[in-house]
């Protein structure tokens, strides 16, 4: 809803965000959702989904970053990486940062908000193109029925478990996801607000403890998301990838990186009490 010059985002459960607008860009309904980009003073490009912030200009690297490089460089030699969602593609943008990446496929439902973020947000979108990178416009969950096994690192990318998200915090999908990952792979999924969704957050790390024999939670600020402390759940086969940080990668690639470095990598395994309950399902 743009009231006037403000857009704000109804956070449910008698919250609000609010951000002042310059402009409207793109407003339109597309087969899936309803799709928002803004020009906002504070926070530069703001691209909605269904009237909910998905990434803003000023803080898409916190998130873009945590959800690639903990992953990445947990992982000895990261090649085939599966994108879940992703559609404005900043998660694409910083995987082929690595240079051992062979190939990127990325699943987004819809396609308009590719094509979107291209023409309005070339900042988030500009790896799309890359050849590495192959876009399949498709459901996330009926790809993962179907695809051939041999990835390294899947990543999911969605909007919250509503709407075209839903079918993507369940234990089936996951075990889909699971049948196609390499036996030293590795799953991350963003994992909702600890403040503002504690029960999605609960929900997605039960269900992914009825597929993952090691399920572990990582967290980082995202201001303009609904209670900013936002969630990341990491899972593997084994035990290894969480007690594997190629250090010698981190300092030989030296990339151009805004949040994200070798601390951040152990901190934001350290959770708050609530938030180790939630995860843990204490
Ligand atoms: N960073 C944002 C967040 O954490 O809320 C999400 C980024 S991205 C915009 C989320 C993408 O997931 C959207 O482009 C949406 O179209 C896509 N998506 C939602 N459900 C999907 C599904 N079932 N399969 C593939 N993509 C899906």
Not at 16 to 25: D, G, N, R, V, Y
Not at 127 to 154: C, M, R
Request: aromatic fraction near 12%; charged fraction near 25%; glycine fraction near 6%.
């Amino acid at each position: 809803m743009a009231g006037g010059t403000w857009f704000t985002e109804d956070q449910r459960e008698g919250l609000e965000l609010s951000m002042q607008i310059k402009e409207t860009l793109v407003s339109k309904q597309t087969p899936f959702q309803k799709l928002d980009i803004y020009d906002t003073y504070k926070y530069g490009k703001l691209l909605t989904l269904d009237d909910l912030v998905m990434t803003t200009e000023q803080d898409e690297f916190v998130y873009h970053e945590l959800i690639t490089h903990v992953p990445l460089f947990s992982h000895k030699n990261p090649e085939n990486v599966l994108i879940i969602g992703g559609g404005d593609g900043g998660t694409a943008r910083e995987i082929v940062k690595h240079p051992s990446i062979k190939t990127v496929d990325m699943v987004e439902i819809d396609e308009q908000v590719v094509r979107m973020s291209q023409q309005y947000m070339p900042f988030l979108a500009q790896e799309l193109t890359n050849p590495k990178v192959h876009l399949f416009f498709q459901d996330g969950v009926e790809f993962v029925k179907n695809a051939a096994s041999g990835y390294d690192v899947i990543i999911i990318d969605s909007t919250d478990p509503i709407g075209p998200g839903e079918g993507l915090l369940n234990t089936e999908f996951y075990r889909n996801c699971s049948k196609i990952l390499n036996a030293d792979g590795i799953i991350v999924s963003q994992a909702e607000s600890l403040f503002n969704n504690p029960d999605w957050v609960k929900q997605i790390f039960a269900k992914m403890r009825n597929v993952f024999p090691v399920v572990q939670a990582y967290d980082g600020t995202i201001p303009t998301y609904p209670g900013a402390l936002w969630c990341f759940a990491f899972c593997c086969k084994t035990p290894e990838p969480l007690d594997f940080f190629d250090a010698e990668r981190f300092n030989r690639l030296n990339l151009d990186l805004k949040y994200y470095n070798k601390d951040i990598h152990r901190a934001c395994f350290a959770l708050p009490e609530f938030a180790k309950k939630l995860c843990n399902g204490d």
